[in-house]
């Protein structure tokens, strides 16, 4: 069974920029969501969607935005890109939004590395 | 916000050795996870917490969970260089919202 797949795997914009990552869910699952890791900050929560909605979102400006489609399949944007914003951006899947079910952790893909610069 | 705290952010410890990694979060909660992630690589689901008391062992990894302390544990008996990682604690809120630990990173020395 393939796992969560993160595209790109590294990309590099300049500011201002703004960008998209995509995340492919394992099969079946139907909730993604979407981390950012840096060294100063730690994993950050940034959004979750299940079946196309976002569910939750965390404490992010809104240059950063989202999206699922009815595959599953998510997607990530960054507009107006920063400095700051460079980082890991992981992207996990699980089979049902988290809490439904008891033995559901999330599943991370490989991620993606974006430098501002 | 729920905050969570582990401790120590970085460990060193020698083969054969045991240890534990402390997970600390600042509100009520019942789920508590632990994952592992190696240099380069994504984060790996280790063990699921969902119970005061619970007790969870996967080889030289053990992890335990008192929602009432609010506290987690990771304790790793006999290391073996295998084990070296950063180890992260995570905290499920009523949201299904995940609040990670900043990481504990591991290396077992020979």
């Known amino acids: 069974k393939a796992g969560v797949t993160q595209t790109p795997r590294y990309l590099i914009k300049t500011r201002g920029q703004q960008v998209t990552l995509s995340c492919s869910p394992i099969?079946?699952?139907?909730?993604v969501s979407w981390y950012q890791q840096t060294p100063g900050q730690g994993l950050q929560f940034l959004f979750e969607?299940?079946?196309?909605?976002?569910?939750n979102k965390g404490n992010f400006p809104g240059r950063f935005s989202g999206r699922q489609f009815s595959n599953s399949r998510s997607e990530m944007n960054v507009s107006t890109l920063e400095l700051g914003d460079s980082a890991l951006y992981l992207c996990?899947?699980?089979?049902?939004?988290?809490?439904?079910?008891?033995?559901?952790?999330?599943?991370f893909g490989n991620g993606t590395r974006l430098t501002v610069t | 916000e729920l905050k969570v705290e582990q401790n120590p952010l970085f460990l060193s410890m020698q083969e054969g050795k045991n240890y534990t990694i402390y997970c600390n979060y600042s509100?009520?909660?019942?789920?508590l996870y632990w994952y592992r992630q190696d240099p380069g690589k994504s984060l790996e689901s280790l063990f699921v917490?969902?119970?005061?008391?619970a007790v969870k062992q996967e080889g030289r990894l053990m992890a335990s969970l008192d929602t009432k302390a609010r506290l987690s544990t990771l304790h790793i008996t006999a290391a073996v260089h295998d084990l070296s990682a950063t180890y992260f604690c995570?905290?499920?809120?009523?949201?299904?919202?995940?609040?990670f630990g900043t990481g504990t990173s591991l290396t077992v020395i020979p």
């Open positions: 509100t009520t909660s019942d789920r």
């Open positions: 995570a905290v499920q809120n009523t949201g299904n919202q995940f609040y």
């Open positions: 996990a899947s699980s089979l049902e939004p988290p809490r439904s079910s008891y033995n559901s952790p999330l599943h």
């Open positions: 099969s079946g699952h139907r909730s």
């Open positions: 917490l969902l119970s005061n008391g």
């Open positions: 969607y299940f079946s196309e909605t976002q569910r």
